[in-house]
């Protein structure tokens, strides 16, 4: 009866081993301010998750050097939700079981909303990094939601902003493709140029949609020309921008091409040519190589000592933002109260700093002004910070 | 090679598929698992999150009991099964969001939902066989995910899925991890209470006949089209109803959570537990969902170890944690009896009553013709079995016997001339008809289910005697347990019959080869049948034993039945036939008494080769 031994064996291994997994959740212990990160530490979003990690302990250990919050220095627990949404439920019961102060998450948008409503109930703050959906804030009503990245169409606000202040154009032209990202990039877009039209410094003098998967965009580029834009916005996907940029500078349309940052990859660039493609703009969240701030240069430096790199996308700095959010909020609160924090995340937050600037959230729980960038093309084909 | 056929034999024919326990032991620890499950949300050191992740189990372990009808049951391989679950959660989250449709009420909308959605998915594919299905069930998999990630009509939100989902409400409104837990697990205690009857039950016999053997089943009046079909419509219907909770639970649903991993996880849970075994799908669920939650803080490695426990598993039990267990005879008439303690009935097996006086031609054979090809099997075919008398069809190799017996019971349709049964022309029919008919077979190379009991076997010959659905299965009606009970006696009495009575609760699979050979017969035998088609009944068998089955042969048919038989063995022809029909090259070259036709020149031709040239 070897079998039966065995199994014997293997299953009081595991019921051993699932004792002393239980014994080992405390409750807040009395010395320092537990908050959580809820982050892809394994499934297909790993490597993000992975960054996210070293990127919230770098900002912890900053934020410990700096004395800590009320205080007591800041414990960053890790729950991984394997960016699927059922491993988030758990991994938000299993956060808020261990009474964390706050929480940090999630990277996904539909990983981050079943994680959202558990803290929700459980009032619990849970601040998102890497989520954009427009939706988690603008179809519930969400007492202790934020988010340090900016949703989906905020990129459209600085496209606005930055055509209008920096470029200085006339004639505005903005693309998109019907979905509900490029739509709503394209939508926010407009609300951002209206105070400069009624004030008569610039006009959008096309507002239109292709038909994605299409080849031929011919159609659109004629009617687009006729227009004479001085600068042209396109917040689809890079499929049509390639061919869309290629076919307009084919037909003598020599305006400035932005992208969304669903527009420019390496496969744009292949897709249009290289002749075509340099140049071309995106406006995108800011890698944290391309970030000036104090507290940037100290979190980088650190970085590197511990990790001999930098994270290689931008979402990872945004959950060492959400830490410093959190942080600022208990300390202008002045308690580990959930209803004091989120308070004080809507309504105190002057002077709060993080690694990408200014941490100010509206009452819907976005951040507000949320730093984006200006990105070009370089002529071999390397997307930089565009210098205007 | 096909695939998914090796490996279901590889693991009901594992040495350990009977499972290590004993039955009463078995239920000891059931007992136990039943109150633990109970119990455990009320543990003082168990917080939120342990019982979220008990709700989890819950929601693979219906899962797995939902695949396992299809896999389990029926040994169907069904990688997309999420497809079921994902109709299930988006019926529900579509319905609540946008009609305020209460959850509990949409418990049943799902289920039909899912159901009606695999039978429209599976109806024009269920006749492929193992791999081609396999690929098939993938597919469907992958479009319904797809399909809701291109948000058709606006209405599944598309990547993003659907938010705000209504809790269940239940008397009380059912919000805490807690009440989710008792919520979930009283499901399951009812579907597993309702599975369990319906494996002991007509219809749960007739899905493992067809895993053990499509052909055997066929033959034996099993309408395999049917039951696949409805374990499939089960299957869906139950992941369903998992779906539905899952969207309740979450309050939020997106496509993320239908993956094709999901589909293979809920395969590992089937095969982890054991095929076709209840207490095995709860198990490998627990596995799979408790594994990966206490290996979490290895971050990176944690899969790993999964997957490394699994292999362990199997390698140590093939079969699965907790293999199905038969139940004995006596098993199964207990829980027949249930309560009222009285003892069985003794309902006289009833002597099948033929019209002997009317007629006496049963079987006519009239011009049969079937070419596979350019090659012609039979061709112009002319052949008359008398009742109350043993015919033989013999012939050289390649004449053309075994393609006859094909066409008597409806395995090939001939390309012309016409079969009539008591002058009812059968040959546009289904096996599982013809069986119904009164025409019951055997097989050249045995094929009996190994795994099942012998009493199992037997029992699938009273297949098409009864007509049990699934409500009177599962309801347990008075109508469905006297048919229980009449089934079992036949059984039991054809058993005997051959003299197998002693090896009744044994695996037919443990059978030695001559024994196999009359637990065929009585299969048959147990099918009421007025003419039974024996092909090469002595193949394999010593001559005691040949003349042992002579015996048998003609005391059956001094019972009243009809034989025709496929022979090789000359003495067992002489022994027992009263007719002979010779072949060759698919024609009739000869009948009369085996005594003539040892004389007749074109037979002596046909077996040794003509003496010119």
């Known amino acids: 009866m070897k079998f039966k031994k065995t199994s014997l064996v293997l299953g009081i291994c595991c019921v051993a081993l699932f004792f002393t997994l239980l014994v080992g959740c405390g409750g807040q212990s009395g010395k320092t301010v537990k908050i959580a990160l809820q982050a892809p530490i394994t499934g297909d979003y790993a490597y993000e998750g992975q960054m996210a990690k070293q990127s919230v302990e770098v900002a912890a250990e900053l934020i410990n050097k700096a004395g800590g919050v009320l205080g007591k220095q800041v414990e960053v627990v890790i729950v991984d939700d394997a960016s699927n949404p059922k491993d988030s439920a758990l991994a938000a019961q299993k956060a808020v079981s261990q009474k964390v102060a706050a929480v940090i998450g999630s990277y996904g948008s539909s990983v981050t909303e079943p994680a959202a409503d558990i803290y929700e109930k459980n009032k619990m703050v849970s601040v998102g990094y890497g989520c954009t959906a427009v939706r988690l804030t ?13 949703r989906d169409d905020a990129q459209g606000l600085f496209f606005g902003k930055y055509a209008v202040e920096t470029m200085g154009a006339k004639r505005i032209a903005i693309m998109h493709d019907n979905s509900t990202f490029a739509k709503g990039v394209a939508d926010e877009a407009m609300k951002a140029l209206e105070p400069y039209i009624t004030e008569g410094k610039t006009e959008v003098v096309y507002f239109d949609a292709i038909t994605p998967k299409e080849k031929d965009f011919s159609a659109a580029v004629t009617k687009l020309r006729e227009t004479k834009p001085d600068v042209w916005y396109f917040t689809g996907y890079y499929p049509e921008a390639g061919l869309l940029i290629r076919q307009a500078r084919d037909a003598g349309l020599d305006c400035p091409f932005i992208g969304g940052n669903a527009a420019i990859n390496d496969d744009f660039v292949k897709i249009a040519g290289l002749d075509v493609a340099a140049g071309a703009l995106m406006t995108q969240e800011p890698l944290v190589t391309d970030v000036t701030t104090d507290i940037a240069s100290q979190f980088k430096s650190l ?3 511990k990790f001999k790199e930098l994270p290689s996308s931008p979402w990872p700095v945004y959950a060492a933002d959400a830490l410093y959010a959190i942080v600022g909020a208990i300390d202008k609160a002045g308690k580990l109260d959930s209803d004091a924090i989120a308070e004080a995340m809507r309504t105190k937050m002057d002077g709060v700093q993080g690694v990408t600037g200014a941490l100010l959230f509206s009452d819907r729980g976005d951040r507000r002004d949320v730093p984006y960038k200006m990105y070009n093309v370089d002529p071999e084909g390397k997307l930089v910070v565009s210098e205007f | 090679m096909n695939l998914s056929s090796s490996i279901l034999k590889r693991i009901l024919h594992a040495p350990d598929n009977r499972g290590g326990l004993g039955g009463t032991q078995r239920r000891r620890i059931g007992i136990a698992a039943a109150a633990f499950f109970a119990l455990f949300p009320l543990l003082p050191f168990v917080d939120n999150y342990w019982i979220d992740v008990g709700f989890y189990v819950g929601i693979y372990a219906l899962l797995g009991l939902s695949l396992n009808i299809v896999l389990g049951e029926v040994g169907l391989f069904d990688l997309g099964h999420t497809a079921f679950y994902a109709i299930g959660a988006y019926v529900t989250a579509i319905l609540n969001t946008r009609f305020h449709v209460p959850i509990l009420l949409l418990l049943p909308v799902s289920a039909i939902a899912a159901g009606l959605f695999a039978w429209l998915v599976t109806a024009p594919i269920i006749h492929l066989k193992g791999d081609y299905l396999c690929i098939v069930t993938i597919g469907i998999g992958e479009i319904v995910r797809l399909s809701m990630i291109n948000n058709p009509l606006g209405l599944t939100g598309g990547p993003n899925g659907i938010n705000g989902i209504d809790n269940p409400h239940f008397f009380i409104p059912i919000l805490s991890s807690r009440q989710f837990y008792y919520l979930l697990w009283a499901i399951i205690g009812i579907s597993a209470f309702l599975l369990t009857r319906l494996q002991r039950s007509r219809v749960g016999r007739a899905w493992n006949y067809i895993r053990e053997d499509e052909t055997a089943a066929k033959a034996l009046g099993v309408n395999v089209r049917h039951y696949k079909l409805s374990a499939f419509v089960l299957g869906a219907a139950l992941a369903g109803v998992a779906g539905n909770i899952y969207a309740s639970k979450q309050m939020s649903i997106s496509p993320e959570s239908f993956t094709f991993m999901e589909s293979s996880l809920l395969f590992c849970i089937v095969l982890l537990g054991g095929l076709g075994s209840i207490p095995g799908s709860v198990i490998g669920a627990f596995v799979v969902t408790v594994f990966p939650e206490i290996f979490r803080p290895f971050a990176k490695y944690r899969l790993m170890f999964f997957g490394l426990a699994l292999l362990v598993m199997m390698i140590f039990k093939p079969a699965g944690i907790l293999p199905r267990l038969r139940d004995s005879g006596e098993r199964l008439r207990k829980a027949l009896e249930g309560k009222k303690t009285g003892k069985s009935r003794p309902n006289a097996v009833p002597v099948v009553e033929t019209d002997r006086a009317e007629q006496k031609l049963l079987l006519c054979i009239e011009n049969l013709g079937l070419s596979f090809g350019g090659v012609t099997a039979v061709s112009g075919m ?34 012309s001339g016409r079969i009539l049964l008591r002058g009812k022309d059968i040959s546009s029919k289904q096996p599982y008809q013809i069986a119904e008919e009164g025409v019951a077979r055997t097989f050249q190379n045995i094929r009996i289910f190994p795994s099942l009991t012998c009493l199992e076997n037997v029992l699938c010959g009273q297949h098409s005697r009864g007509k049990a659905g699934f409500f009177a299965s599962m309801l347990r009606l008075p109508s469905q347990r006297a048919e229980e009970s009449r089934m079992l006696e036949k059984a039991q009495a054809c058993l005997a019959r051959v003299g197998l009575s002693d090896s009744a609760d044994s695996l037919a699979a443990a059978l030695p080869y001559g024994k196999r050979r009359y637990l065929e017969i009585a299969r048959a035998l147990a099918a009421e049948p007025e003419l039974i088609v024996l092909d090469e009944p002595s193949s394999g068998l010593n001559d005691a034993e040949t003349v042992e089955l002579a015996a048998l042969l003609k005391s059956l048919v001094r019972e009243g039945l009809t034989i025709f038989l496929i022979e090789h063995d000359m003495n067992l022809v002489d022994m027992v036939s009263d007719h002979v029909v010779v072949m060759q090259s698919g024609k009739k070259i000869a009948e009369g008494p085996m005594c003539d036709m040892r004389q007749d020149p074109k037979v002596i031709e046909a077996y040794l080769g003509s003496d010119e040239d």
Request: glycine share 12%.
């Open chain 2, 382 to 415: 002319e052949l008359e079995v008398d009742k109350g008398r043993i015919t033989a069809l013999i012939g050289p190799n390649g004449a053309g016997k075994t393609t006859v017996f094909n066409i008597i019971t409806g395995i090939y349709k001939p390309m």
């Open chain 1, 303 to 305: 970085y590197q000592e």
């Open chain 1, 138 to 150: 603008m179809d519930k009503e969400r007492t202790y939601f934020f988010r340090t990245c900016g």
